[in-house]
DNA sequence: TGGAATGAAAG
DNA sequence: CTTTCATTCCA
C-alpha cells in the first residue's frame, strides 16, 4: 500500500484551544419547578430535596405482570423539561422530546449532574422494591443468520450535499467533496491564512463555562438548518461521543458512605481504577460512525489523550469539539487520517512521555486505507462507506455546529471569526487519493 | 470477547 | 421522538 498523505488539520495543543466563556446572566439556564423551593437543582451541587417522582415503580395497569424500568437521566430531565414546557399548547411529544434533547446536548455534566444522581437513586430504589428484576429485552425481529456472502459492497460516493467548506475574512470558499470519482483533489485554501501562527478556529462547548437557553428560544427564532432526525439509529454524534468522554472524567469518583445510602455510586464499569485514557478509544464503540466521525475523533482522541489514574484524574487538556473547518475536511470514505504516536514497545508510557514533550501534539503521521486497519476501523469504514450514513453524520454534525455556534455567539456577542490560522506552508499542502 | 444492534423507560 | 441503560446478537 503507497502511503498517503494528508496534510492540512492544525492540531490542537494543551494551550492553544482554550477560549474562556464567560457565562452571561441573559444566559441563564436554570430547571427550577414551581412546586419546588427557591434553590435551583440544576445549579445547586446537590439533588434536589424533594425529586419529584417521575418514574414509576409500580406496575403498569394495562400489565400489572411488567415491572417498568427505572428512568434514566434524560428521562427525568425530559419530564421536569415537559413541565416547564406545558404551558405551550400544540407541541407534540415528538416535539417535545427533540426540544428535550437538544437542551440535554447543551447542558454541562455538571449542570446534568443532579439528574444523574436522581436516576441512580431511583434505580436504587427500583432495585430495593424488585430485587430480583432484571430488564430483558426481547428481540422482535430475528435477523436471518449465516449469510456467509455478504451483499454487493455499496457504491462509496459521499453525499453530493457534502461540501468542503474555507471560511476565511467572511468569505466562504466551497468545494465538492473529494470522492473516488475525484482523480486528485485540490486544496482551496484563501491565501489569506497565514502559516507559522496556531489558533484555534474550534467552538468549543466548555463543560461549566456555559449557561445555556438556546432550548427554550421560540421555535420561530430557531433559524440555521433544519434538525436532522435521529430516527433509526444511525451516525452517532461527535459531540455526544465528546461529552461521554468528557463525564468520564467529570463525574465524580465513586465513594460510598454506608450511612448515606444516598450516596451516589456511579457506574465502575466507566471509571476503570488507572490507565491511559485515549479518547481515540473511547470513541471507537460508537456505532456506525461516519467518516468525518472518525477523523474528528481519531484527531481529538489523540490530542486529548491524557494518562491518569485514579483517584483525581486530570482535567482533559483536549481541545472541545471541533469545528471542522476546511482541513479537517479531508477525508473521503475511501481515506481516513490517522494519529498515531511514535512506535514504541511501550504504547502507554511513550504516550505519557510524549504528553510532556515539545513533540506534542504529534505530526500527522499514519494515514492509511481500510485495508491497513484492525477490524474496529473497518467498520467504521464499513458504515462510513455508506452514502447514507455519510450523509447523515454530515447533516447532524454541521447541526450540532449549528447549535454550537448559537451557544459561542451568546457568550461572545461580538466574536469575529476571522479566518483559520494555519501552522503549515499552505502551498505545501496536496491531497493525494 | 467486544463491537454492533436494539428494546424500553416518559408523554 | 429523544438519551441512557442493559441486554442480546454476532463475527
Known amino acids: 500500500m503507497s502511503s498517503l498523505r494528508i496534510l492540512g488539520w492544525t492540531p490542537s495543543s494543551p494551550e492553544g484551544d482554550v477560549i474562556d466563556v464567560v457565562p452571561q446572566a441573559s444566559c441563564q439556564f436554570t430547571f427550577q419547578l414551581n412546586d419546588v ?39 427525568i430531565f425530559r419530564s421536569e423539561f415537559t413541565k416547564l414546557r406545558k404551558s405551550q399548547q400544540g407541541v407534540s411529544s415528538a416535539g417535545l422530546s427533540r426540544q428535550a434533547g437538544d437542551a440535554w446536548n447543551l447542558l454541562s455534566p455538571e449542570e446534568k449532574l443532579p439528574y444523574r444522581r436522581r436516576a441512580e437513586l431511583e434505580k436504587q430504589k427500583h432495585a430495593r422494591i424488585y430485587p430480583n428484576y432484571q430488564y430483558r429485552p426481547r428481540r422482535l425481529v430475528q435477523k436471518s443468520s449465516s449469510r456467509r456472502t455478504p451483499p454487493p459492497p455499496k457504491r462509496r460516493r459521499p453525499s453530493p450535499a457534502l461540501t468542503i467548506r474555507t ?77 461521554n468522554f468528557t463525564q468520564s472524567f467529570q463525574v465524580p469518583q465513586p465513594t460510598f458512605d454506608p450511612r448515606s445510602p444516598q450516596t451516589e455510586v456511579f457506574s465502575s464499569q466507566r471509571h ?7 479518547p481515540a478509544a473511547l470513541f471507537a464503540p460508537a456505532q456506525h460512525m461516519s467518516p468525518l466521525a472518525a477523523v474528528a475523533s481519531s484527531l481529538a482522541g489523540w490530542n486529548g489523550a491524557v494518562p491518569w489514574s485514579c483517584p483525581t484524574p486530570p482535567a482533559p487538556i483536549a481541545p472541545q469539539p471541533m469545528r471542522l473547518n476546511a482541513p479537517s475536511w479531508l477525508c473521503s470514505p475511501e481515506t481516513v487520517l490517522m494519529y498515531e504516536p511514535a512506535p514504541s514497545p511501550d504504547g502507554e508510557e511513550n504516550l505519557r512521555s510524549l504528553a510532556g514533550s515539545d513533540q506534542w501534539p504529534l505530526e500527522p503521521q499514519v494515514y492509511g486505507t481500510p485495508s491497513s486497519w484492525d477490524g474496529s476501523a473497518r467498520q467504521h469504514f464499513k458504515a462510513a462507506s455508506d452514502p447514507e450514513d455519510y450523509a447523515r453524520a454530515a447533516a447532524l454534525q454541521e447541526y450540532e ?4 455556534e448559537r451557544v459561542h455567539g451568546m457568550a461572545y456577542p461580538d466574536f469575529n471569526f476571522s479566518g483559520l490560522e494555519l501552522d503549515f506552508d499552505p502551498a505545501s499542502v496536496s491531497l493525494q487519493f
Do not use: C
Not at 401 to 404: F, I, P, T, V
Open 37 to 75: 423551593p427557591k434553590s435551583s437543582p440544576a445549579h445547586s451541587g446537590e439533588a434536589p430535596s424533594s425529586p419529584p417522582s417521575v418514574g414509576l415503580l409500580t406496575p403498569s395497569a394495562a400489565d400489572p405482570e411488567k415491572i417498568p424500568r427505572p428512568s434514566n437521566s434524560f428521562i
Open 167 to 243: 471560511m476565511s475574512e467572511g468569505s466562504m470558499v466551497e468545494q465538492p467533496p473529494s470522492s473516488p470519482e475525484t482523480e486528485r483533489a485540490q486544496l482551496v485554501v484563501d491565501p489569506a491564512v497565514k502559516a507559522g501562527r496556531r489558533r484555534s478556529s474550534s467552538v468549543p462547548v466548555t463543560s461549566g463555562e456555559h449557561v445555556y437557553s438556546f432550548a427554550f428560544l421560540p421555535e420561530e427564532r430557531w433559524q440555521g438548518p433544519e434538525r436532522p432526525t435521529q430516527s433509526k439509529r444511525r451516525s452517532r454524534s461527535v459531540t455526544q461521543d465528546w461529552v
Open 401 to 404: 455546529h449549528g447549535l454550537q
Open 272 to 278: 476503570p481504577s488507572h490507565g491511559t485514557v485515549n
